[in-house]
Protein backbone atom coordinates (compact mmCIF):
# COMPACT_ATOMS: atom_id res chain seq x y z
CA UNK A 1 0.00 0.00 0.00
CA UNK A 2 1.38 3.06 -1.11
CA UNK A 3 0.42 6.46 1.42
CA UNK A 4 0.98 9.85 1.05
CA UNK A 5 1.08 11.29 4.54
CA UNK A 6 -0.86 14.19 3.70
CA UNK A 7 -3.76 12.49 0.91
CA UNK A 8 -6.06 12.43 3.70
CA UNK A 9 -6.31 13.76 7.43
CA UNK A 10 -5.01 10.29 9.32
CA UNK A 11 -3.29 8.63 6.29
CA UNK A 12 0.08 9.41 7.70
CA UNK A 13 -1.25 6.78 10.94
CA UNK A 14 -0.27 4.15 8.82
CA UNK A 15 3.16 4.99 8.55
CA UNK A 16 3.55 5.43 11.83
CA UNK A 17 6.93 4.21 13.57
CA UNK A 18 4.44 3.41 16.96
CA UNK A 19 1.60 1.71 15.57
CA UNK A 20 2.04 -1.31 16.98
CA UNK A 21 3.31 0.02 20.17
CA UNK A 22 1.98 0.19 23.19
CA UNK A 23 -0.27 3.38 23.41
CA UNK A 24 0.62 3.67 26.83
CA UNK A 25 4.55 3.94 25.81
CA UNK A 26 3.25 7.64 24.58
CA UNK A 27 1.74 8.87 27.25
CA UNK A 28 4.04 8.72 29.81
CA UNK A 29 5.86 11.05 32.61
CA UNK A 30 9.75 12.18 33.02
CA UNK A 31 12.47 10.25 31.72
CA UNK A 32 10.28 7.68 29.86
CA UNK A 33 9.24 10.88 27.97
CA UNK A 34 13.04 10.52 26.76
CA UNK A 35 12.30 7.30 25.81
CA UNK A 36 8.92 7.54 23.82
CA UNK A 37 10.62 10.76 21.81
CA UNK A 38 13.16 8.66 20.73
CA UNK A 39 10.51 5.89 18.85
CA UNK A 40 9.44 9.44 17.32
CA UNK A 41 12.81 10.80 15.59
CA UNK A 42 13.37 7.96 13.35
CA UNK A 43 9.28 8.08 12.54
CA UNK A 44 8.37 8.77 8.61
CA UNK A 45 5.71 10.61 9.69
CA UNK A 46 7.21 12.63 12.14
CA UNK A 47 5.74 16.01 11.06
CA UNK A 48 2.34 14.88 9.88
CA UNK A 49 1.86 13.93 13.34
CA UNK A 50 3.29 17.10 15.12
CA UNK A 51 0.85 19.43 12.85
CA UNK A 52 -1.92 17.39 14.02
CA UNK A 53 -0.95 17.55 17.53
CA UNK A 54 -0.54 21.66 17.51
CA UNK A 55 -3.37 21.84 15.52
CA UNK A 56 -5.93 20.19 17.61
CA UNK A 57 -3.89 21.24 20.74
CA UNK A 58 -3.82 17.69 21.90
CA UNK A 59 -3.36 18.22 25.72
CA UNK A 60 -1.84 14.74 26.76
CA UNK A 61 1.07 12.66 25.12
CA UNK A 62 4.44 12.67 23.09
CA UNK A 63 3.54 13.84 19.89
CA UNK A 64 5.67 14.48 16.95
CA UNK A 65 8.57 13.85 19.34
CA UNK A 66 7.57 16.73 21.71
CA UNK A 67 6.25 16.26 24.79
CA UNK A 68 2.34 17.98 25.96
CA UNK A 69 4.82 20.64 27.88
CA UNK A 70 7.22 21.28 24.75
CA UNK A 71 3.99 21.70 22.35
CA UNK A 72 2.67 24.11 24.81
CA UNK A 73 5.19 26.36 24.97
CA UNK A 74 5.27 26.52 21.37
CA UNK A 75 1.68 27.17 21.10
CA UNK A 76 2.23 30.56 23.15
CA UNK A 77 5.34 31.45 21.05
CA UNK A 78 3.82 31.55 18.14
CA UNK A 79 0.20 32.38 18.58
CA UNK A 80 0.17 33.49 15.04
CA UNK A 81 0.65 30.21 13.74
CA UNK A 82 -3.21 29.30 12.27
CA UNK A 83 -2.10 25.53 10.40
CA UNK A 84 0.36 23.69 11.67
CA UNK A 85 -0.32 21.79 9.03
CA UNK A 86 0.42 24.31 6.59
CA UNK A 87 2.96 25.85 8.43
CA UNK A 88 5.32 22.24 8.96
CA UNK A 89 4.31 20.95 5.33
CA UNK A 90 6.11 24.18 3.76
CA UNK A 91 9.30 24.54 5.70
CA UNK A 92 9.40 20.80 4.82
CA UNK A 93 9.08 21.47 0.86
CA UNK A 94 11.37 24.30 1.37
CA UNK A 95 13.53 22.20 2.67
CA UNK A 96 13.75 19.29 0.18
CA UNK A 97 13.82 21.88 -2.30
CA UNK A 98 16.79 23.68 -1.38
CA UNK A 99 18.61 20.06 -0.52
CA UNK A 100 17.62 18.98 -4.01
CA UNK A 101 19.29 22.21 -5.14
CA UNK A 102 22.64 21.14 -4.24
S1 LIG B 1 6.02 10.90 15.58
FE1 LIG B 1 6.08 9.59 17.38
S2 LIG B 1 4.01 9.62 18.23
FE2 LIG B 1 3.92 10.43 16.17
S3 LIG B 1 3.37 8.70 14.87
FE3 LIG B 1 5.60 8.86 14.88
S4 LIG B 1 6.33 7.54 16.51
FE4 LIG B 1 4.13 7.88 16.84
Not at 16 to 26: M, T, W
Not at 89 to 96: G, K, M, P, S
Request: hydrophobic share 40%.
Amino acid sequence: MTVTPFESPQAWTALSACKNADPDELFVSGAAQNRAKAVCMGCPVRTECLSDALDNRVEFGVWGGMTERERRALLRRRPDVTSWRELLETARAEHLAGTQAV
